[in-house]
């Protein structure tokens, strides 16, 4: 099974503020991952796949980057609605693995 | 509009079963791959299974043998029977579709199974 790791846990930044969230895969997932958005009581939402591919209704803030084993979720000016948890997932081998997520939360 | 809605989630006790359904709209069922993915309370995301729109059925180790995945094409219905259920399996259920090249675009709003005596 593909384990992610994601870093920081938690990233404490203000409205307007740069965030940059990191994901590693245990081996290389290629270009097969995803990062997820989710809110309190909310199902996760699909915010970039294959590494770089905002999905549809995606703000341009949004963008990912990386391949192999190494990813970024960079969020360009945080908006104050975009304090949530981000997950990346990986669909490169069966079982499909989600990342333990990176809380965004408001400085 | 695609919608995906999820039901038959509720209290039961270890060793109990449930079936939980996917009702699927907007879109052309029997064209998509679907999937059962679940979060434990305050925990992290974990797929449960997957099938393809031929049938094919994929498990995670931990519910294999003990969870089955369905679909009914012709009620645009997803399912997942759950036997043998233990308290481990205490989450939100989330069904999920694919887009084309995209696994899990789109997710229901979730059905919650307690497992509890």
């Known amino acids: 099974e593909i384990v992610l790791t994601q870093s920081p846990a938690t990233l404490s930044l203000s409205p307007g503020e740069r965030a940059t969230l990191s994901c590693r895969a245990s081996?290389?997932?290629?270009?097969?991952l995803a990062w997820y958005q989710q809110k309190p009581g909310q199902a996760p939402r699909l915010l970039i796949y294959d590494a770089s591919n905002r999905a549809t209704g995606i703000p341009a803030r949004f963008s990912g980057s990386g391949s192999g084993t190494d990813f970024t979720l960079t969020i360009s000016s945080l908006e104050p609605e975009d304090f949530a948890v981000y997950y990346c997932?990986?669909?490169?081998?069966?079982?499909?693995?989600f990342g333990p997520g990176t809380k965004v939360d408001i400085k | 509009q695609v919608q995906l809605v999820e039901s038959g989630g509720g209290l039961v006790k270890p060793g109990g079963s449930l079936r939980l359904s996917c009702a699927a709209s907007?879109?052309?069922?029997?064209?998509?791959?679907m999937s059962w993915i679940r979060q434990a309370p305050g925990k992290g995301v974990e797929w449960v299974s997957y099938?393809?729109?031929?049938?094919?059925?994929y498990y995670a180790d931990s519910v294999k043998g003990r969870f089955t995945i369905s679909r009914d094409n012709a009620k645009n219905s997803l399912y997942l029977q759950m036997n043998s259920l233990r308290a481990e399996d205490t989450a939100v259920y989330y069904c999920a579709r694919d887009a084309p090249g995209i696994v899990a675009a789109v997710w229901g709003q979730g059905t919650t199974v307690t497992v509890s005596s």
């Open positions: 099938i393809s729109s031929s049938g094919s059925m």
């Open positions: 997932r990986q669909r490169s081998n069966w079982p499909f693995t």
């Open positions: 081996q290389s997932v290629s270009s097969y």
């Open positions: 907007g879109f052309t069922f029997s064209d998509y791959y």
